[in-house]
Nanobody, 126 residues
Framework: QVQLVESGGGSVQAGGSLRLSCSAS????????MGWFRQAPGKEREGVAD????????YYADSVKGRFTISQDKAKNTVYLQMNSLKPEDTAMYYC???????????????????WGQGTQVTVSS
């Protein structure tokens, strides 16, 4: 089974940047979809971005488009989320997730992702 471990969260001022990492171990399926989700206290979990492991095709929520970039290093079994121009409303626990099949990409639907990391906290202050 795939194990996912996030890192890179922290506290930054509005306008700052953070880079989150998600290290995957275990069974790797080349066609899988990798995604980032976030959840603030009292709010529903929302999709942020995803990437097809095989093709590298990316997809973003409108709220982060132009500010966040998802990428992957297949040799390291690692997915990244570069977050620039951070806003206080970006404050949330950020989760890495994996789906076994790449056709689940471009949906940002949490229900189709079967593997989840423990989360890493991102706090943006004004």
């Amino acid at each position: 089974q795939v194990q996912l471990v996030e890192s890179g969260g922290g506290s930054v001022q509005a306008g700052g940047s953070l880079r989150l990492s998600c290290s995957a171990s275990g069974i790797i399926i080349d066609s899988k979809c990798m995604g980032w989700f976030r959840q603030a206290p009292g709010k529903e979990r929302e999709g942020v971005a995803d990437i097809s492991w095989s093709s590298g095709s990316t997809y973003y929520a409108d709220s982060v488009k132009g500010r966040f970039t998802i990428s992957q290093d297949k040799a390291k079994n690692t997915v990244y989320l570069q977050m620039n121009s951070l806003k206080p409303e970006d404050t949330a626990m950020y989760y890495c997730a994996a789906a076994e099949l790449s056709w689940y990409c471009r949906t940002l639907r949490a229900g189709v992702f079967g593997y989840w990391g423990q989360g890493t906290q991102v706090t943006v202050s004004s």
